[in-house]
Every structure is written in structure tokens, then in C-alpha cells.
């Protein structure tokens, strides 16, 4: 298996952009989950969702992140409009089922946005 | 705040050398696993120790358990040069629905010196 795979790795963009983020989970994982990683307040749950359905979004920072999942290969997130204070490493992660207690979680390789 | 604290914030050790890493966190707890980043790189899961062990080895792993002191410790012997990452320790609390979810500590940074 190829593993969870996020595109892209590296995107920098200006500050009022909108910034989409994508990722293909393990095959067969019913779990996806999204992060975000600074040095300040390391890493961050922003959303997760089981079979395709958002479990807890409690972690959205606010209302200009949104993340989707339409299907169960594939989620985005989005940031719409960008600010300088999202720049930060976003990891998306995939289990095989995110409510059993000993569920590990497989992450992707990141990306790393810069927003100027 | 964070479930999870590491400590310390970062180790250096020679090769060859043990490197011992803690973790403490503050609610009861179903699991408690560690995770290792290298630098650029996804978090990659290495071990998890149930609240009912004590104790559990994966090759040159070792993590241990205290439930009482809401603490837990990750060994790593003989370390080599390819073991310098950063080592995060993540909880999971003993709601078990479908809104239990991992916890992550901010983080070991362990560097090995050749």
C-alpha cells in the first residue's frame, strides 16, 4: 500500500488566498483525521471524520477552515481566506476505525504551508 | 491544553547510549501510545501499552506504564544514529465511543550523535 498520501507537499501562497489541501487515506481505513503542526503549539486536532462522516470538528479554528470528505478515499481541507498564522505543517492521518480504543492512526507526509 | 507532556524537551546521547523519555498526563486513560517523527516526515506509530500493562517491549522499545502516577516511559536501547527524531507519546481516554480520540504530547526531540 502507498501509505496516506497528501498533496501538495509544499504550498506557499499570499495572505486573502483560498488554500486547498487533499488527501487519499489507506485503503480500507474507515477513519481520517486532520492536523496541524507548529512549533508553538504543536500538533493540533482540527477534524475528524468516521466512514466519511465529521465526527468532531472541534478543533477548526474558526470559520475559515473547512474540510470535507465525499467519499472514502478522499478529504479536503480548506482555508478560505488564508492568514499569515496558518502557516504551519497540516497532516492528515487514516485508521482502521477511529472509535476502537486501540486504533493506531498512519500519517501522511505532510504539507507545509506558507502564507506571506 | 495538551493531554500529554514529554520530558525533557530534548535529550542528546551518544551512540550507543540508552535514551529514556517521559510522559505524564492528567486524565484516566484507556492507552497510551508512542509515536516517532523524523524530521520532514509523518508521525510512524511504535508502540502501545494498554492501562491494564505495566510493561511492553518491541525490539529495542521499551515502554512502561504507571497509572497511579499518570506517567509512562519510553526506553530506547543501544541507540543508533537513524533513532534521532522527535518521539511524541499520545493518549487515549476511557471514553471509548466514537469520540474517543489520540491526544498528543508536544514532543521529544532526541538527537544521536555518531
Known amino acids: 500500500d502507498a501509505g496516506v498520501i497528501q498533496s501538495p507537499r509544499h504550498e506557499v501562497t499570499e495572505m486573502g488566498q483560498e488554500v486547498t489541501l487533499r488527501c487519499k487515506p489507506i485503503s480500507g481505513h474507515n477513519s481520517l483525521f486532520w492536523y496541524r503542526q507548529t512549533m508553538m503549539r504543536g500538533l493540533e486536532l482540527l477534524i475528524y471524520?468516521?466512514?466519511?462522516?465529521?465526527?468532531?470538528d472541534s478543533g477548526m479554528p474558526e470559520d475559515r477552515f473547512s474540510a470535507k470528505m465525499p467519499n472514502a478515499s478522499f478529504s479536503t481541507l480548506k482555508i478560505q481566506p488564508s492568514e499569515p498564522r496558518d502557516s504551519a505543517v497540516y497532516f492528515c492521518?487514516?485508521?482502521?476505525?477511529?472509535?476502537?480504543?486501540?486504533?493506531?492512526?498512519?500519517f501522511g507526509p505532510g504539507t507545509r504551508l506558507t502564507v506571506l | 491544553s495538551q493531554q500529554g507532556e514529554e520530558d525533557p524537551q530534548a535529550l542528546s546521547i551518544q551512540e550507543g547510549e540508552n535514551a529514556t523519555m517521559n510522559c505524564s498526563y492528567k486524565t484516566s486513560i484507556n492507552n497510551l501510545q508512542w509515536y516517532r517523527q523524523n524530521s520532514g516526515r509523518g508521525l510512524v506509530h511504535l508502540i502501545l501499552?494498554?492501562?491494564?500493562?505495566r510493561e511492553k517491549h518491541s525490539g529495542r522499545l521499551r515502554v512502561t506504564l504507571d497509572t497511579s502516577k499518570k506517567s509512562s516511559s519510553l526506553l530506547i536501547t543501544a541507540s543508533r544514529a537513524a533513532d534521532t527524531a522527535s518521539y511524541f507519546c499520545?493518549?487515549?481516554?476511557?471514553?471509548?465511543?466514537?469520540?474517543?480520540?489520540?491526544?498528543f504530547g508536544k514532543g521529544i526531540t532526541l538527537s544521536v550523535r555518531p
Open positions: 471524520f468516521n466512514n466519511n462522516v465529521p465526527i468532531d
Open positions: 499520545a493518549t487515549r481516554s476511557m471514553n471509548t465511543g466514537a469520540n474517543s480520540k489520540l491526544t
Open positions: 501499552i494498554r492501562s491494564n500493562e
Open positions: 492521518a487514516s485508521s482502521l476505525s477511529g472509535g476502537a480504543p486501540t486504533d493506531t492512526q498512519y
